[in-house]
């Protein structure tokens, strides 16, 4: 099993421009979220999904858009990039929110610059 | 709402004993993980508590206590590849996982 793989692992982008950070995950699970990061902090929820077809907001939604037509898909979409989305992107996945065991399984990161 | 507050910074020499705690405000709270992270690295699971009172896993407890809204993190017999940032997440019977803003171990020789 590959886990949970998300692409593109860099990106720099201008401002106004768009793209989609890539999250796919190979264990049949549930929940999926996408957080980031910003340097010395926490990671802060962005969008999260119970299951295929249905997404909700997190902590900081603006800015960005989710889908998730299939279990293992979560792609993020940012419009229009503003140098405060500035960030580290994780994607995570669990069985069922974690009510069981706790265990988010988070991919390797996509680090994002925008200027 | 949701809030998780932890130390920002810990520091304890090779072999000693660190707790790190955690204390919560979380509307639907389920459960309290703890997770690891290295510099540049993706966060990594070490514990969780779904029910009041102590979890061991090796040199790493947890322990929660719901009547305090409050947890924390043991590590024993530390080790130098134990410096890393540390975080609490408060798990919510909605889906989400919120997290603190973590803690800064610095082990020393």
């Known amino acids: 099993n590959a886990g949970v793989t998300q692409t593109p692992k860099f990106r720099i982008l201008k401002i106004g421009q768009s793209m989609t950070l890539q999250c796919t995950q190979d264990?049949?699970?549930?929940?999926m979220y996408w957080y980031r990061q910003d340097p010395g902090m926490g990671l802060k929820l962005i969008y999260y999904?119970?299951?295929?077809?249905?997404?909700d907001k997190g902590e900081v939604p603006n800015g960005y858009n989710v889908s998730r037509s299939t279990t293992e898909d979560f792609p993020l979409r940012l419009e229009l990039a503003a140098p405060s989305q500035t960030s580290v992107y994780f994607c995570?996945?669990?069985?069922?929110?974690?009510?069981?065991?706790?265990?988010?399984?988070f991919g390797e990161g996509s680090r994002l610059t925008v200027l | 709402g949701q809030s998780l507050e932890q130390p920002s910074e810990v520091t304890a020499v090779e072999g000693a004993i660190v707790q790190i705690n955690c204390t919560y405000q979380t509307s639907g709270f389920y459960g309290l993980s703890w997770y690891q992270q290295h510099d540049g690295g993706a966060p990594t699971f070490l514990s969780y508590?779904?029910?009041?009172g102590l979890e061991e896993t090796g040199r790493f407890s947890s322990f929660l206590s719901r009547s305090d809204s409050y947890g924390y993190l043991l590590l024993q017999e530390l080790q130098m590849k134990d410096s890393a940032s540390y975080f609490c997440a408060a798990n919510t019977n909605a889906g989400k996982s919120t997290f603190g803003d973590g803690t800064t171990l610095t082990v020393k020789p």
């Open positions: 999904s119970v299951g295929a077809g249905i997404t």
């Open positions: 995570a996945s669990s069985y069922t929110a974690g009510l069981n065991t706790g265990e988010l399984f």
């Open positions: 508590n779904g029910l009041d």
């Open positions: 264990m049949n699970h549930n929940y």
